[in-house]
């Protein structure tokens, strides 16, 4: 990403609170399954091309993501971006495991399309998939082949 687009979307998230609340939901949801990130200085630099979020702080007048590092160091939230998969990189193996949360025919059908909803969208936050569009949005950087794998 290219310091004029760091700036910009730098810009975006402190003057839009839609798309800042939009930022917060996504990372906030992937922190608990090792969200890998790239991490800017003030200057707008690349200062770590991958570091791991371990903690989301929503408290206080700002807000402050803590990232895995012998420092324990506090970082604000428009010094990160997150690497997502864009949706097309579902492998098909995904694709099989994802159906498990397909609409079901029975008499449940109602209260299971509920709770596969927020199944299926805390299996796409655990497995990094970009479904809000956040790599489009220069919110977030496409994950390199293999960054997620275990």
Known sequence: MDKDTVIETFTLLQSDKEVKKLFDADISARV??????????FNREVREEDDLLYHYDLGGNCQTLKILNEFGE??????IRPYLRPMSSMTEKEKQESLEFAWLDDWNRLAAYDNN?????????????DYRGL????????????MYEK
Do not use: T
């Open 135 to 146: 790599i489009e949005k220069n919110l977030a950087l496409e994950a390199p082949e293999g």
């Open 74 to 79: 506090c970082l604000m939230y428009y010094q």
């Open 117 to 129: 909803i927020v199944k299926y969208i805390d299996w796409l936050n655990k497995h990094h998939f």
């Open 32 to 41: 608990p399954y090792r969200l890998h990130c790239c991490v800017y200085d």
